[in-house]
């Protein structure tokens, strides 16, 4: 059972323009929802995350919105560079304990 | 170093033997995970210790997975009779707390196993 849906599975965008990725949660207890970014032979690291009582956060060029009613948040990098290409995934997890459960992830690609 | 060390980085086995993978968490880290990366699969999670506390072992695919944490800290996951299918990059993290209190994963470089 996946918990955690994400897309699109890949993404091709122009540097300068806005990447966005968007993710969908079932469990209602889920209330942490991080993004990790990944590059290829390295484990993945934390980039922003967010908790449901805020419905915008924003870190230089990256922004999580988050939608609780409709369960799902997503991820917007702005002026996309190429050095922002990686695999990004989604994440949520519980106050209660549960584990870190991920999205499958999105690879993007910025052109310059 | 500071970060989370795995080892091996890669190991190539034959289908039926066994393998072990060790994690060395960061210092200090109370919360360590392991996860199996899989080409479009994303990030599956397959355990999770905290403290003393009973790991969390729902991820585990199968009853050939096994893993432990001595003393608080050093990992071993172990794989019992390969099968073609465990083929995958696993990931091990540590965190300074629980999950439950949010808190950031470290995650190592990964050991990619290669099941022939």
């Known amino acids: 059972q996946q918990q955690v849906k994400q897309s699109p599975q890949s993404l091709i965008v122009q540097k300068g323009g806005i990447s966005i990725i968007n993710c969908a949660y079932e469990?209602?207890?889920?209330?942490?929802f991080p993004w990790y970014q990944q590059f290829p032979g390295k484990g993945p690291a934390l980039l922003i995350a967010?908790?449901?009582?805020?419905s915008e956060k924003k870190e230089g060029r990256f922004t999580i919105s988050f939608n609780k009613s409709a369960k799902q948040f997503s991820l917007h990098i702005m002026d996309s560079q190429p050095g922002d290409s990686a695999t990004y995934f989604c994440?949520?997890?519980?106050?209660?304990?549960?584990?870190?459960?991920f999205g499958k992830g999105t690879t993007l690609s910025v052109s310059s | 170093g500071a970060g989370v060390s795995q080892s091996p980085s890669n190991k190539v086995t034959e289908k039926g033997k066994d393998v072990e993978l060790r994690c060395d968490p960061i210092s200090g880290h109370t919360a360590l995970y392991w996860y199996r990366q899989s080409l479009g699969q994303g990030l599956e999670f397959l355990i999770y210790f905290q403290g003393n506390s009973a790991p969390d072992k729902s991820g585990l695919p199968s009853d050939r997975f096994s893993a432990e944490r001595t003393g608080g800290s050093v990992s071993t996951l172990t794989i019992q009779r390969t099968q073609q299918e465990d083929s995958a990059v696993y990931l091990c993290a540590s965190s300074l707390v629980g999950t439950g209190n949010t808190g950031e994963l470290f995650f190592g470089e990964g050991s990619r196993l290669t099941v022939l």
């Open positions: 994440a949520a997890s519980s106050q209660a304990g549960t584990a870190l459960i």
């Open positions: 967010i908790r449901p009582d805020v």
């Open positions: 469990n209602t207890a889920f209330d942490y």
